[in-house]
């Protein structure tokens, strides 16, 4: 927290009057002055509001926006051609949540929804139930109406009302409305929101910098033993195309999607070199963007030439996502093991590569991500058994060392005697 800035009144003597300024340092250590009249009673208030707000960040030089309602429009408007329209759907959602919460005022802030709109307290409409009195709660627990009021309201706030405080208040209020994971994501939007009016200089400062994100549980990831692939290999042999879609994205560990696209004329079946191509149903390259290649192992090749049966052109396997996720789970069932997914052949993948040591930047290019972070996070999960073999590494965990150790040290004294 910066010290209280100080703004003092001066009196400029002029030939045939006096006037009065206002005199501060900015951040920079450069002095200010600004004429206010020759009046030293209006002097003195204009002083006392000017120091007020340069400290809140209120008006201050810097800041140009008045209002939440300014400060969303502005937003909105500067990154309209710059960001994907998915992201400004959620910037304009976090925006208008926000502004919401700020314009229930202090004591509904507060206040527990409790099954009921926290302004009108009307209860929540449930399911089957017909009560007149009911309505549909939304996002803060307020009604639409209730909700369209406190936005407004908000809209209508100075910007200096988004304190820290109020932002900390905010996402502690989602954090009892959604889950961890959405209350983190709101919270990164609107600290890049507030960021980036910053760095516009349209408001003195990033209320919600200092909020700090929550931990969030950690998904298990489920991976497939060798054991359960030969099991789901062996309850896919009436279906060889299935088979062998099976095999090779557990040795690929490609993306479904990127399997569905691959043809057979760009696999050169000599080597097994095969490049994928992430397409989005509109024909976009997705992801990363970045052409990235595979291997389809002998095996893997041996099984694709029977599931072709002499076919040399056209999509290796023409089926929709949902058809292979539904095939795929089908012989899951069938080969009577834990419900998986083919994502799942993915993860194991990339958790076989980890237990042979294989090094995480070799995983993350062969995986296609586009952060080690997701690789890392998401994908590879450290067995038991490789967990215990790097303990047993240890070279003091051995007996001998033990021994030495303690007849050394004085530990033990058994054995420090005996020896
Ligand atoms: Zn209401």
């Known amino acids: 927290m910066a010290a209280w800035r100080k703004v003092w009144l001066w009196r400029r003597e002029q030939k045939t009057r006096t006037t009065y300024c206002l005199r501060w340092y900015e951040d920079d250590f450069r002095m200010r002055t600004k004429a206010v009249g020759t009046d030293k009673e209006h002097a003195e208030g204009e002083r006392r509001k000017f120091e007020y707000e340069l400290n809140t960040g209120a008006g201050s030089a810097a800041a140009r926006l008045r209002t939440l309602g300014d400060l969303a429009d502005e937003h909105l408007r500067v990154s309209a051609g710059s960001v994907r329209p998915a992201t400004l759907t959620i910037q304009r959602a976090a925006l208008e949540t926000f502004c919401a919460f700020v314009g229930l005022g202090a004591k509904a802030r507060r206040s527990e929804s409790n099954g009921a709109c926290r302004v009108c307290g009307r209860p929540e409409k449930v399911k089957g139930e017909a009560r007149p009195e009911s309505v549909r709660l939304g996002r803060l627990g307020l009604c639409a109406g209730c909700f369209a009021e406190a936005l407004e309201g908000g809209r209508k706030s100075r910007v200096p009302a988004a304190s820290p405080l109020v932002a900390a208040e905010f996402v502690a209020a989602r954090l009892r409305e959604v889950s961890r994971a959405t209350a983190n994501k709101e919270l990164r939007t609107l600290q890049a929101v507030f960021r980036a009016a910053v760095e516009r200089e349209s408001v ?216």
């Open 204 to 419: 003195a400062r990033n209320a919600f910098e200092s909020v700090r994100r929550v931990r969030e549980a950690q998904k298990r990831i489920r991976t497939l033993t060798a054991l359960e692939i030969n099991a789901l290999l062996a309850a896919c042999s009436e279906d060889r195309s299935l088979q062998a879609f099976v095999f090779a994205a557990a040795t690929t560990g490609a993306r479904v999607g990127e399997l569905l696209n691959l043809r057979v004329e760009d696999v050169d079946w000599e080597t097994g070199d095969a490049p994928l191509v992430n397409r989005e149903s509109d024909g976009h390259v997705s992801k990363s963007g970045k052409e990235r290649r595979v291997w389809f192992l002998p095996l893997a090749r041996e099984l694709l030439r029977i599931a072709l049966d002499g076919r040399v052109s056209g999509k290796i396997w023409p089926w929709s996502v949902y058809g292979a996720h539904g095939r795929f789970v089908r012989a899951v069932a069938r080969a009577g093991l834990k419900h998986a997914t083919p994502h799942d052949l993915r993860r194991t993948f990339a958790s076989d590569l980890q237990a042979h040591g294989v090094a995480s930047a070799t995983a993350k290019a062969l995986l296609g991500h586009a952060s080690i972070t997701t690789t890392e996070q998401h994908y590879t999960a450290i067995p038991a058994e490789t967990l215990r073999a790097a303990a047993e590494r240890l070279s003091f965990a051995r007996p001998a060392a033990i021994v030495s150790l303690s007849y050394r040290e004085g530990l033990g004294r058994s054995e420090a005697r005996t020896a």
